[in-house]
């Protein structure tokens, strides 16, 4: 499990996926929408994507000559889950 989180963790850690998750999550599925809201290139973009796409952290879907990119909720809920865990064993440490 800690192996896992760490991957997640490792692959956000830059800020131009950082911007790529966001805007995933807002409703921006393809790699040519993407690419007009962000100062990197297409190469870049497509870097990135594959990153996130094999962490596991985003999915891809073929439509036509378009790939499609989502993020997979799960993962961010396995994160925020892990975080929040964190959180309360600080809260317990506190309290003894």
């Known amino acids: 499990m800690y192996d896992k989180i760490a991957d997640?963790?490792?692959?956000?850690?830059?800020?131009?996926?950082?911007?790529?998750?966001?805007?995933?999550?807002?409703?921006?599925?393809?790699?040519?929408?993407?690419?007009?809201?962000?100062?990197?290139?297409?190469?870049?973009?497509?870097?990135?994507?594959s990153l996130l796409a094999n962490s596991g952290l985003a999915k891809t879907k073929r439509d036509g000559n378009k790939i499609e990119h989502f993020i997979n909720r799960e993962k961010l809920d396995e994160m925020i889950n892990?975080?929040?865990?964190?959180?309360?064993?600080?809260?317990e440490a506190c309290n003894l």
């Open 8 to 49: 997640y963790f490792k692959v956000l850690s830059d800020p131009n996926r950082l911007k790529i998750v966001e805007l995933l999550l807002k409703g921006e599925t393809c790699g040519c929408t993407l690419i007009d809201k962000l100062p990197i290139t297409q190469p870049t973009l497509s870097y990135h994507l």
């Open 82 to 91: 892990y975080l929040q865990d964190l959180k309360t064993m600080e809260a």
